[in-house]
């Protein structure tokens, strides 16, 4: 779903599309699913496309 | 307007004119002034003077028929019928006099020479005594005296003796419903009403409406529970619960029972139409299945055990709060109905926040319009359509996307199809060939038969040839949008990858056609588009909502009558659920949970402080519930083991759940994994508030005590108080204050208000008193409006060798969703069983007949169920209804979801279809595992 998430913003490009990204994820996933896909970062983020790695990434900075 | 003594709606005879020069004349000496083309009798009828007639009625344009209605013109010869003419300046009109009398009585007697004396009656009765006929000179011919009575139609009767053959049903058919279904047949003595070929009612293109039994004069056309209980004695008007159409009904009663539900003339949604389920579909409400005491029971193995409402509350909440106790406050959640009233969906949603402490609240509105919200917010400011019902009869050119309307939406299909005739242009986008695409008197100009998962291919193609042809509203834009954005995504829609010559390859509509629908949309008029979930229940749902909005706003058509984005809602109140704060994100309208000072007005109302973060929602809830995080559900009126995708998943999360509880008014699929059971209360015996698809919000009225014995509202208010949050409403008009004091939009909306008005569209405030009808007039809700960019991305359900076809699931006109309701009903006649949809083609292929039991069989799960051979569909798609728990189609659709709110992926699944012998496995197991589920134990012997 995050790489659904980071296809729709792509046409934005790069930046606006991890803005997106990040402001998408904070505003509807429920934090424990926040925790879930940034420990799947954390875990080596398999899968994950570059957006939505750069995405994550910020919400691990919480 | 509540509650009174049986309404006798006016009639003034003919329907009004619009507009028009004044015109004065005179009526038996009485002035008056009306527009120009007013007939005569309508402009008798405001001035008091009640021209006798038959076959003329103002919900019917004049047919002349009866010749009852003459009158003589001061200056003009003969006797014209007043029905016909029309006024002219200057006229003196009389309407009684020797001639006229001895013409009626003539009449009247070849009336009543074919009529039984018994029937004479009501309207015919009267009209024998006003024009003083004692005596037939002609005996009794009374060609139909001896024609059966047809009873085919489980609702309603039609007994030709009692017919006058004044062609009001006929006319009612063609005019108000548009099915064309009656005719009058013979000729003289011998002329007959006839339903299609002099077939049966049952048998026939009737759809059971119930126009021609409203519009019946006599007791020719009568409902067959009015014959059962007696004539009603008082109404209650009241609002559907089925579709989110919201037709108002006078809920016609006699004592404490109903008699009839007859569609309320006044009523702003439907005037004075229904369709055959809110119109005859109600009894529901007395079935035998129907459960009407509380149950609990330890575990789901155990049968249920009927307790008082006290020890199921009492149980119900030690449940949720052990479990709170032991995993937390997010452990738990809530799930409001779309079926159910605003105040109570506030409610459920206010419990889950203030009295559960958490944010896992959501609501069936995130299996079908969630991407509506989304993707409106994002393009207009508002999660709602555009609308009202009315403008339909402005619009030039209609596009209806992935909607069916008149199996789903009957009554403003009924509007549309009116709108059609009188010679707006139509284009469909359906990969089936739904009935709007020709029916009678009307032909879709295109109809785009997309494979199923590309709406975002097409509709870009729609808008690359309204920006490469130069076909934008550049002042529209310029002036009512963000002038940036729109830069932006000209050039994203004008790249050749959107073209209708490459998006023909991706989704098989001809490039010409693709072409011609985009002219035509955007140069033919008032563009109005009405969608389904045939858009929404996508992959890329929410982005295709945003390219709808865009190629609106590109073409200007927004922000006046007869234009709009107008999505069309599955339930009776979808709108009002999403209104109410039900979604996890957002409290009531539409302000997001992280919003401090939204979130600081809330603590101030409830005493509470409440979380600023999002919450679960429903597919997030049984993922966390198989993980162990989410273990204990209250669900309000809603089946989400039938209705929400992939079955085993959700099964699976239900079992694994410590409480589950079931508010409903049948023990359905979802029961079956429940601790514990709180018997719901019908639409009959509530009061409340619904909110239909154009923003309307109108009264629910209670016309019986609930059989369960207490509200919907009530039972969550007794279970937040047995949370220790106390909720102390004494009645649904206080909870709506509530709503009205936190809530902007519907700040001006209270009981004595709708009471005073009958319905309001919200936005209700200062600056909109009385509602808002068209939105977005002059400026957007956000401001400016937001071109966003749509990027058309190909779903992850893809066909291959073993899943070759594209499944897609929708519903019939006689039943309802999950068909909890309409199944225990006469409806069941017209459907008695999901059937799967298959092209001629595909079935050869396979050799498969029509009524062969067929295999369905998905990547997630397989089912059986008979096969109906149909060109409706194209080649390489399926179509089949989910409205039966035997079928249970949605064990075969997946668990793919719109990118930005999990709304399910049901109009796409790839499938294997092949002949079968019986249920699947998963079906046996079913079955058994519901026998089991359903056991209520005996009541020991005291």
New interface residues.
């Given amino acids: 779903?995050a790489n659904?998430?980071g296809?729709?913003f792509?046409?934005?490009g790069e930046a606006a599309a991890v803005a997106g990204v990040e402001d998408?994820l904070?505003?509807?996933?429920?934090?424990?699913?926040r925790r879930e896909i940034v420990a799947h970062l954390n875990a080596g983020g398999e899968g994950l496309t570059p957006s939505v790695r750069a995405a994550v990434a910020r919400l691990a900075q919480d | 307007m509540s509650a009174m003594s049986l309404i006798q709606d006016a009639d003034l005879g003919t329907p009004p004119v619009a507009g028009g020069a004044s015109v004065t004349l005179t009526i038996d000496g009485r002035e008056v002034t009306v527009p120009e083309g007013t007939s005569v009798m309508r402009a008798a009828a405001l001035v008091g003077v009640d021209i006798p007639r038959l076959c003329a009625t103002d919900t019917l344009a004049a047919f002349g028929s009866c010749r009852l209605c003459l009158v003589e013109i001061a200056g003009r010869g003969g006797t014209p019928a007043s029905c016909t003419t029309p006024v002219a300046e200057g006229l003196a009109v009389s309407t009684t006099g020797e001639r006229l009398d001895r013409l009626r009585h003539g009449v009247m007697e070849l009336y009543l020479s074919d009529h039984p004396e018994h029937e004479i009656k009501g309207c015919v009765g009267e009209a024998a005594r006003r024009a003083g006929v004692e005596r037939v000179r002609y005996g009794t011919p009374a060609c139909h005296a001896g024609a059966q009575t047809d009873e085919s139609n489980p609702y309603f009767a039609f007994d030709p003796a009692a017919c006058i053959v004044c062609s009001r049903c006929v006319r009612a058919c063609d005019e108000v419903q548009g099915t064309f279904a009656l005719t009058i047949a013979g000729r003289g003595f011998g002329s007959r009403v006839s339903a299609s070929q002099e077939e049966p009612f049952l048998g026939s293109e009737c759809v059971s409406c119930g126009a021609c039994v409203q519009a019946c004069p006599t007791d020719a056309l009568i409902e067959k529970s009015v014959r059962a209980e007696g004539l009603p004695e008082r109404s209650v008007i009241t609002t559907c619960a089925y579709c989110g159409v919201g037709c108002a009904f006078e809920a016609q009663m006699r004592g404490d029972e109903v008699v009839r539900m007859t569609p309320w003339k006044d009523g702003k949604a439907n005037h004075g139409h229904s369709c055959v389920k809110g119109r005859f579909a109600w009894d529901y409400a007395g079935h035998k299945d129907r459960i009407l005491k509380p149950m609990i029971r330890e575990t789901i193995a155990d049968p249920w055990r009927e307790v008082s409402w006290d020890e199921a509350i009492a149980f119900a909440a030690e449940r949720l709060q052990a479990i709170q106790a032991e995993h937390g406050r997010g452990a738990v959640g809530a799930i409001t109905s779309s079926r159910c009233t605003n105040e109570e969906t506030y409610l459920v949603q206010k419990l889950a926040r203030a009295a559960l402490h958490t944010n896992n609240v959501d609501t069936c509105a995130r299996v079908c319009h969630s991407p509506t919200g989304y993707g409106l917010k994002a393009a207009f400011g508002t999660s709602a359509g555009t609308q009202d019902f009315d403008s339909v009869d402005h619009a030039d050119v209609i596009m209806v996307i992935g909607a069916n309307p008149t199996d789903a939406h009957p009554v403003f299909a009924s509007r549309m199809k009116r709108r059609l005739r009188a010679g707006a242009k139509l284009i469909v986008v359906d990969p089936r060939a739904i009935d709007l695409v020709r029916t009678p008197h009307i032909e879709a100009a295109h109809h785009l038969a997309l494979k199923p998962g590309t709406n975002v291919a097409l509709l870009n193609a729609l808008a690359h040839v309204v920006v490469a042809e130069g076909l934008v509203d550049e002042a529209f834009v310029r002036e009512r949008c963000d002038l940036p954005a729109f830069q932006a995504w000209a050039a994203f829609v004008a790249d050749g990858v959107n073209s209708p010559e490459t998006v023909e390859g991706v989704c098989g509509v001809p490039a010409s056609a693709l072409r011609a629908a985009a002219r035509l949309y955007a140069t033919g008029g008032n563009g109005a588009i009405y969608y389904g979930l045939g858009v929404t229940e996508h992959s890329q749902g929410t982005t295709t909502v945003m390219a709808i909005a865009n190629l609106a706003m590109a073409t200007g058509n927004l922000g006046r009558p007869g234009v709009g984005v107008n999505p069309l809602r599955g339930q009776n109140n979808v709108q009002g659920s999403c209104d109410m704060g039900s979604f996890p994100h957002e409290l009531s309208g539409y302000r997001h949970i992280s919003e401090e000072p939204v979130r600081r007005l809330f603590e101030s109302l409830w005493g509470v402080t409440l979380d600023p973060e999002p919450g679960l929602r429903i597919p997030n809830m049984i993922d966390a519930a198989l993980d162990g995080s989410f273990r204990g559900l209250y669900v309000q009126g809603e089946d989400i083991l039938q209705s929400d995708p992939n079955s085993s998943h959700m099964a699976a999360g239900l079992a694994a759940m410590d409480c589950v509880i079931v508010q409903d008014l049948f023990l359905n699929e979802t029961a079956s994994y429940a601790h514990v059971f709180l018997p719901g209360s019908t639409f009959l015996e509530k009061d409340g508030t619904f909110t239909n698809a154009e923003r309307r919000i109108q009264r629910v009225r209670k016309v019986m005590e609930p059989r369960n014995g207490l509200a919907d509202w009530e039972i969550t208010e007794r279970l937040s108080n047995a949370l220790a949050y106390p909720m102390n409403y004494g009645h649904p008009a206080q909870i709506m204050a509530e709503i009205a004091a936190a809530t902007p939009t519907f700040a001006g909306v209270s009981y004595q208000r709708l009471d005073a008005l009958g319905s309001i569209q919200w936005p209700c405030n200062e600056a909109a008193p009385e509602g808002t009808p068209v939105m977005h007039v002059g400026r957007f809700a956000r401001g400016a409006g937001e071109f966003i960019l749509t990027e058309y991305v190909p779903t992850d359900e893809r066909t291959g060798p073993r899943f070759p076809l594209l499944l897609t699931t929708g519903r019939v006109l006689s039943q309802y969703n999950v068909g909890a309701q309409t199944r225990r009903t006469g409806n069941i006649v017209w459907h008695p069983e999901d059937r799967l949809e298959i092209h001629p083609h595909d079935a050869e292929h396979r050799g498969i007949g029509d009524g062969d039991w067929v295999k369905l069989a998905s990547r997630e799960g397989e089912t059986s169920l008979r096969a109906l051979i149909t060109g409706r569909v194209s080649p390489g798609v399926v179509y089949t209804t989910f409205h039966h728990p035997g079928t249970q189609a949605n064990v075969v659709t997946t668990e793919l979801s719109d990118w930005a709110t999990n709304c399910p992926e049901y109009k796409v699944t790839a499938v294997q279809v092949t002949l079968s012998n019986g249920p699947t496995e998963w079906q046996a197991s079913a079955d058994a595992q519901n026998r089991r589920a359903r056991r209520i134990a005996p009541i020991p012997a005291e």
Avoid: G, K, L, S
């Fill in positions: 779903m659904q998430i296809a729709f792509r046409a934005q998408h904070r505003r509807f996933w429920d934090p424990r699913m």
